[in-house]
C-alpha cells in the first residue's frame, strides 16, 4: 500500500516539481537552523507554506487548505515582531479569503477531476473593480496599522496591497494569483531582512520567502500552461 501511495505522489509531480520542492524544504530547513534554532514555529510555518505553494502550482484545493493553516501560524509570527500589519492581514484576510477560495476551488474542478481547478480569465470590468477595492483597502489599513504603532509601515502598506489582490485573484482562479503573490514575497523579504537587522534569527523567515518567490514564479508558468491547455479542450 506504502508503495502504491508513493507511486501515486511521484506519479501526480513532475520530477522538477519534486526537485523544486526538495530544494525550498531543505533550503529553509538549513537556514532555520543557523539563523534560528528556537522559534519552531516559524519552521512548521516555512514548510506548510511551501509545500502549499507546489499544490497550489498545479491548481490542488488541498494547497489552499495548508495556506489557512500557514496564515495562521504566520499571523502568530508577525505579531512577535510587532508587524501587526502581517498578522491582521494574514488573519483577518488571508485565511478568511484561503478558506473562501478553498470553497471556490472545490466547487470549480476541470472536468469533474478534483485535483485541478478550473482556470478563469477575468473580464475588463471586474478587473476594474478589483483595483478600484484594493485601493479603498489600501487607505483603509494604512490608517489601521498607523493607529497600531506597525513597524516599518510603507512596507506594511504595501504588503496589504500586493495580499489582498494574491487572494482576490486566488478566489477567482486566475492565473495571476501567482503574481501576486510574488511582488507580496518581494516585500515580506524586504519586511524581515528589516527586522533581521535586530534581530538575525528573522535572516531564516526572509529566506524562507526567497524560496516562496521562486515557488510562486514556476506558479504563475504551470497556471498559464493549465490555461492554454483547458481552453484548447473547450
Not at 531543505?26 to 505553494?53: C, K, M, P, Q, W
Not at 478550473?118 to 478587473?127: A, C, D, H, Q, S
Not at 523579504?189 to 533581521?196: E, F, Q, V
Amino acid at each position: 500500500m506504502y508503495a502504491k501511495e508513493r507511486k501515486t505522489i511521484f506519479g501526480y509531480f513532475t520530477k522538477g516539481e519534486i526537485a523544486l520542492w526538495c530544494v525550498s524544504t531543505i533550503l529553509i530547513t538549513v537556514s532555520f537552523f543557523i539563523f534560528d534554532r528556537e522559534n519552531y514555529l516559524t519552521l512548521a510555518a516555512s514548510l506548510i507554506g511551501i509545500t502549499s505553494l507546489i499544490f497550489n502550482a498545479k491548481g490542488n484545493p488541498f494547497g489552499q487548505f495548508l495556506m489557512v493553516i500557514f496564515s495562521i501560524l504566520y499571523g502568530v509570527i508577525s505579531y512577535t515582531f510587532a508587524y501587526y500589519g502581517e498578522m491582521i492581514t494574514y488573519l483577518g484576510m488571508t485565511a478568511p479569503m484561503a478558506v473562501f477560495a478553498l470553497i471556490s476551488w472545490l466547487k470549480n474542478p476541470y472536468n469533474g477531476n478534483k485535483a485541478e481547478v478550473k482556470v478563469n480569465r477575468l473580464k475588463f470590468k471586474e478587473i476594474i473593480f478589483m483595483m478600484l477595492l484594493t485601493a479603498v483597502i489600501t487607505i483603509i489599513f494604512y490608517y489601521v496599522l498607523a493607529a497600531f504603532h506597525t513597524a516599518n509601515l510603507i512596507p506594511s502598506t504595501i504588503s496589504v496591497t500586493t495580499s489582498f489582490l494574491a487572494v482576490y485573484l486566488t478566489f477567482r482562479r486566475s492565473a495571476f494569483y501567482a503574481v501576486g503573490y510574488a511582488a507580496n514575497d518581494i516585500v515580506l523579504i524586504i519586511l524581515w531582512i528589516l527586522a533581521a537587522i535586530s534581530n538575525i534569527s528573522y535572516l531564516s523567515v526572509a529566506i524562507c520567502f526567497v524560496m516562496f518567490l521562486v515557488n510562486d514564479i514556476y506558479g504563475f508558468i504551470n497556471w498559464s500552461r493549465m490555461q492554454k491547455r483547458q481552453e484548447a479542450l473547450e
